[in-house]
């Protein structure tokens, strides 16, 4: 006998995503009409034959989110993907998470399985580079999409994206650097083509420029090893350095251990402050200060978004950014 055509098969014939299929069965105006044309051409020509029945049924089942980060191995983004997960659940969702370990190629295979496997939206902090490969299919599907906490697509129309006021952030913890009398403050990690450290620097920099200082720049991966190298090199090549402004937490608890085996006291000898606030900064010994960026609201908040979305067609505003600030403890205050 031979076998009935399914939705893969339409799929395939009209040379676009499963997903993009079941729009135009539902007749969403979201497909373009030259693509619900194609469609509709192949499902005549394959004969297929839409079992709205067993479509109803399946659309009474709990609704999929896909979440794609860029690195799960980091707590800030742990705890985002986990606040997210939960406020979702709470709405009778299920997420489908996928860490793209900063691989663009990886990441664009995800999201290819993601659409294939039918999820009603998607949330993504991307990896860093081309983002044509990751965006294209969803806005030829029409899935609902957020970017959070790094945007690497611009049509924000299709994609909106919502972060934090890193700029503020980074001034506050810098005045209050110079508040407390320091010299020279380094600002420790991150590439420097990338937006977002071009983000964390830009408070930095402007914070200096009023008191009259000159920056010190040490940029470098955004991770622990990196941190306890920098605070050797800090010591060996800029010794009238007393101060550092990290990219984020990880950085400033690896400059945390290596300055005690540099035998220096942080929060006299060198006062020290990361960005992110994860829970680890109030566990460390000293406490590190740090620029405080509220993830669990955060995450709640892109959930609100993203089911406003969904369930009334309210796309969220191009851009915004949430409110940081800084967390003053010993690291930079001193006992």
């Not at 945007?151 to 650097?177: I, Q, V």
């Amino acid at each position: 006998m031979k076998r009935r055509p399914t939705i893969t098969d339409v799929a395939a014939r009209a040379g676009v995503s499963k997903s993009t299929v079941s729009l135009v069965l539902q007749g969403s105006p979201q497909v373009r009409a030259e693509t619900a044309n194609l469609v509709r051409d192949a499902m005549r020509e394959l004969g297929y034959v839409y079992n709205r029945a067993a479509a109803t049924l399946r659309g009474s089942s709990v609704g999929l989110v896909g979440l794609v980060i860029n690195d799960l191995r980091n707590p800030f983004f742990t705890e985002f993907a986990a606040s997210l997960q939960m406020a979702l659940a709470a709405a009778g969702y299920a997420t489908v998470i996928s860490n793209s370990d900063e691989n663009t190629a990886l990441q664009a295979k995800l999201m290819g399985s993601m659409i294939e496997h039918g999820v009603d939206a998607v949330v993504i902090c991307p990896a860093h580079g081309e983002a044509g490969a990751t965006f294209d299919p969803l806005a030829r599907a029409g899935i609902p999409t957020l970017q959070v906490l790094r945007k690497m697509d611009e049509r924000t129309d299709l994609f909106p994206f919502s972060s934090f006021d890193y700029a503020h952030g980074s001034a506050e913890a810098t005045r209050h650097l110079i508040g407390l009398g320091t010299r020279r403050i380094a600002f420790v990690g991150g590439q420097d083509e990338r937006s977002i450290t071009q983000e964390r620097m830009a408070g930095y920099s402007a914070a200096l420029a009023e008191a009259g200082m000159e920056p010190l720049r040490l940029p470098g991966r955004t991770s622990r090893a990196f941190g306890l190298e920098a605070a050797r090199r800090i010591r060996a090549e800029h010794p009238d350095c007393d101060a550092a402004l990290c990219f984020n937490d990880l950085v400033a608890l690896g400059m945390l251990a290596g300055l005690a085996r540099e035998g220096v006291v942080v929060g006299s000898d060198m006062r020290l402050i990361g960005f992110d606030d994860i829970e680890e900064c109030a566990l460390s010994w000293p406490q590190l200060s740090s620029v405080s960026c509220d993830i669990a609201v955060f995450a709640r908040d892109t959930a609100a978004a993203l089911l406003g979305w969904l369930s009334d067609g309210q796309i969220p505003p191009p851009e915004q950014r949430a409110a940081v600030h800084l967390v003053p403890r010993a690291s930079s205050l001193g006992n």
